[in-house]
């Protein structure tokens, strides 16, 4: 069939596919066992769709500009280092180890008061926001703990600034290598030549994304010569109140776009469920 053929069955003899009961209780298998960082829950949500679809997926992590924290918590490790656990309403959650400024003698209450502090004054607040002004006036409550206290918020604002960036994720790809029309290398070499380009690509899904609850792209019309061989398969991911990613299932034109669509919609409904009860 042509790409002309392909969208006309998409558009108007597909019909929504249901999974098997097995398929369904695998998924909810491999979500419960998946943690709860955000790395976490993409690495294995795309495992679950390229094993169920037997094509390549890709997901483009939430990028957190405007992301808001909502929990600060440290914890004392040793007299000389804390965990700061952070978490943000984009899912994020990151464990991060911190020295304890020299000639500061800490208790776990200790850390319980300025992680409340912390947590009261930041929770709700983006990277933004996190200026000098909002520092000075922490300090001022505890300033016994002027120098934790400092070292922390430059912890965080690090950590935030380092989830601005595009971060994307991909499993599968050597399903494409089974396909027959790519065994030639020269389609491979196209495929990745796009994976590269993280940040042109997260902006092409999200375009997609944008266009339908699921968009398919068929062949040609793709934006991208180089995808000009391959069909996407793209949804959004997030809750209401988070900054939203993308996942994507890549495959041949001739792809089970009915089976494929059943399987990116019930395991990104699953993705969006876990992040909503983080």
Known sequence: PTVRGYRFYVDHLMKKSKLRSREEQYIADNMRSIGKDIEELLHGTLKIISTLTK???IAVAPVVYHSAIKVVQMVLLNVQQSMVVLMTNTGLSKDIV???PKGIDLSQDDLNR???LLTNHLQGKTLD???QALVKK???ELPAY???IEETLDTIRLQLQQSTQTHM???GLTNVLKQPEFRESEHVQLLLQVLEQEKELAKLLQEYAEDEEVCIRIGSENERNELKDFSIMVTSYGTEDSASGNVAIVGPTRMLYDRSEA???RVVNALTQSLRHE
């Open 55 to 57: 094509y390549a997926v």
């Open 129 to 131: 926001a996190m200026n």
């Open 114 to 116: 300025v992680s409340n």
């Open 169 to 171: 994720f991909t499993a």
């Open 146 to 148: 002027k120098d934790l």
């Open 98 to 100: 911190l020295d304890i």
């Open 138 to 140: 922490i300090v001022r």
């Open 263 to 265: 399987v990116l919609n």
